[in-house]
């Protein structure tokens, strides 16, 4: 069974950070894309950036280059988000997600597993 935990959410005043972690399990951990994708209440859910097995990243929003970073340790199975300088519109639930071989932004149906999502809650 596949299984993608996210964690690392929380509550943090505008300007803060947090790490988010998504630790994969019940796959080939090195043929997959895996992403974060967040939704925001009342609105759809968007990608936010995505990491295929050879570290190219894939950016779903340019405007959160310069405060999401993406990374992946492959001895633990495990990609993280860094977000900081955080903003109350960041407020959303997070999930990871995962795509056989490659990212992409076409859809966020294109991706063959989720996890369950962490909350992230920015107060200004």
């Known amino acids: 069974e596949v299984q993608l935990q996210a964690s690392g959410g929380g509550s943090v005043h505008a300007g803060g950070s947090l790490r988010l972690s998504c630790t994969a399990s019940g796959l080939n951990f090195g043929d997959y894309g895996i992403g974060w994708f967040r939704q925001a209440p009342g609105k759809e859910r968007e990608g936010v950036q995505c990491i295929e097995p050879d570290d190219e990243i894939t950016y779903f929003e340019d405007s959160l280059k310069n405060r999401f970073t993406i990374s992946t340790d492959s001895a633990r199975n495990t990609i993280y988000l860094q977000m900081d300088d955080l903003e109350p519109e960041d407020t959303a639930v997070y999930y990871c997600?995962?795509?056989?071989?490659?990212?992409?932004?076409?859809?966020?149906?294109?991706?063959?597993?989720w996890g369950r999502g962490t909350q992230v809650t920015v107060s200004s």
């Open positions: 997600a995962a795509r056989f071989k490659f990212c992409t932004v076409r859809s966020v149906t294109a991706y063959d597993f």
